[in-house]
């Protein structure tokens, strides 16, 4: 079967699915975006609280049952109620929790186990489940019931995350999530997408306007587009950014330096404001090596152009561990970086995943010494470097985190500054919308319950 490796057992024409994530350890365990790039308190946090896989799945295929990060106990619970099909959703590094959810299942007698999401393309997986899905598969999981989607009916569906304050996560802002594009045209080295989504498409865009109407009714303000290239496909870009104006959202997108540039000022008008970009590294030889396919000057531009656009807060996604660098040359990169001005910045260190050419390169060249699954989350070092042992690697992402993070440039100066420069563009709008209207609708949000509009 295209898409998915097959050891499949008969399962009935109506069967009984239930499709999970990795389970929580611990009531708090949700993976927290900024949490894991800012150290101190007090921050805010954007917890993952929604799983934008097994909503699109389940907004396309409504026999199935979906659970998105239970706790341990609650999977057991949902086990006991009988299913002909357990599946998972997951990435690279909660591959030993899902381990141990597999076994669980099969200790309770469910026949047939299926895998999906990034971290299914890991080689231990066909030997833990008996279907493995590569690539979307709204399509796919309709066939077990006998129908199809295809791609052009792949339907939107609703996906909140709260942004709050810490300690104590109070609530402030609802994030509403729109991811519109599958695939990317690019071969960046360590990315996995060219290899699991081969097929570019778009996202109905009736069902994504009928999905931001919704939240613009629940008194949502925020947009956040997870799309790794918005963009890429312009008149679909221009239809969306016309519907985001017209519900008068403001938007966070994640894109490529160039793309942004092309668009910045129709993208500013209809509210773009908070642009998220890959720069990498300061080094041209380093993005070379990488195949980013970008050039440093067009980072450095954005930053330039978006300056003079109030209101605006630009974060970018930031590595280390490039193979010719080493301790003295990544930190001269860092200060480098800071010296540029970026609002906030996400850190990772370099980390080969599956199937991707820098998982080859790497094993071939230099080896990878680590594979423990918790540590794929770009958080450590997991093969042999040839100038930085792991330790000191540790040592340089917190002195990164710590030098482009500081809260009081992000918080102090960062939102400093959008405070008031969104004070100046709206006046007593600000107020309502940013200080009252926000905050009573993250008080009372439930970002655990699928809604259907
Ligand atoms: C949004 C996003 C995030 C979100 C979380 C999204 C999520 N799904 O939970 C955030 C910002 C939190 C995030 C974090 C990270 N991410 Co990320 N992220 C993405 C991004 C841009 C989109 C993923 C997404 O939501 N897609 C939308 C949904 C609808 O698609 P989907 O998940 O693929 O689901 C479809 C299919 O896969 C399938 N499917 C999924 N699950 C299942 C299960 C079953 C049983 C079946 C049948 C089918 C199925 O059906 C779904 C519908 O078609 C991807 C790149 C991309 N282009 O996809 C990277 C990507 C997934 N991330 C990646 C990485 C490296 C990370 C980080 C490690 C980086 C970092 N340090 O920040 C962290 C993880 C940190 C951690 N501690 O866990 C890598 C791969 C990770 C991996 N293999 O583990 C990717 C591929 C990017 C890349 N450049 O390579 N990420
Ligand atoms: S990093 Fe972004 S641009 Fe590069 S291949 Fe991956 S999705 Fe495409």
Request: overall charge positive; glycine content about 6%.
């Amino acid at each position: 079967m295209k898409g998915s490796s097959n050891k499949k057992k008969v399962i009935s024409s109506n069967p009984k699915v239930l499709l999970c994530t990795a389970y929580r350890r611990f009531p708090g365990d949700y993976l927290d975006y900024v949490g894991e790039n800012v150290y101190l308190t007090p921050r805010v946090s954007f917890k993952r609280k929604a799983s934008p896989g097994l909503r699109f799945l389940k907004q396309n295929v409504p026999e199935i049952e979906t659970l998105e990060f239970p706790l341990w106990h609650q999977y057991v619970r949902k086990l006991k109620e009988g299913w002909d099909v357990v599946g998972f959703s997951f990435f690279e590094n909660e591959i030993a929790e899902v381990a141990r959810m597999a076994d669980e299942a099969r200790r309770q007698g469910v026949r047939e186990l299926w895998a999906g999401g990034y971290g299914a393309l890991d080689e231990a997986i066909p030997r833990m489940v008996d279907r493995v899905f590569v690539g979307a598969a709204e399509d796919q999981v309709a066939q077990a019931f006998g129908r199809r989607v295809p791609q052009d009916q792949i339907q939107h569906p609703v996906m909140t995350w709260p942004l709050a304050f810490e300690p104590g996560s109070i609530p402030y802002l609802v994030i509403g999530l729109l991811y519109t594009e599958r695939g990317c045209p690019f071969k960046c080295t360590f990315c996995q997408t060219p290899v699991f989504d081969r097929h570019r498409f778009n996202i109905n865009i009736e069902s994504i306007e009928r999905v931001v109407r919704h939240y613009h009714k629940r008194g949502i303000t925020d947009i956040l587009i997870l799309d790794e290239i918005f963009g890429i496909s312009p008149q679909f870009a221009d239809k969306l950014t016309l519907i985001l104006a017209r519900y008068k959202m403001r938007w966070w997108a994640q894109s490529r330096a160039a793309l942004f540039l092309r668009h910045l000022d129709t993208w500013y008008e209809r509210g773009l404001r908070f642009p998220l970009i890959g720069v990498e590294t300061m080094s041209q030889r380093s993005l070379d090596s990488i195949s980013k396919s970008q050039k440093l000057e067009e980072a450095l531009e954005l930053v330039r152009r978006t300056r003079e656009k109030p209101g605006m807060y630009r974060m970018v996604y930031y590595m280390i561990g490039y193979e010719h660098e080493t301790v003295e040359s990544t930190l001269e990169d860092v200060r480098s970086l800071k010296s540029v001005g970026f609002d906030a910045h996400q850190v990772n260190i370099i980390t080969p995943f599956p199937k991707t050419p820098l998982w080859s390169d790497i094993q071939k060249n230099y080896g990878i010494f680590d594979r423990t699954y918790r540590h794929y989350d770009a958080k450590y070092l997991v093969w042999n470097h040839p100038h930085i042992s792991a330790s000191a690697m540790h040592y340089l992402l917190n002195t990164t985190i710590a030098t482009l993070n500081k809260p009081f440039d992000i918080y102090g100066k960062g939102f400093a500054r959008l405070i008031r420069e969104r004070f100046a563009s709206d006046g007593l709008r600000f107020i309502w919308r940013d200080v009252i209207k926000a905050p009573s609708v993250a008080a009372t949000f439930n970002h655990r319950r699928q809604v259907f509009p």
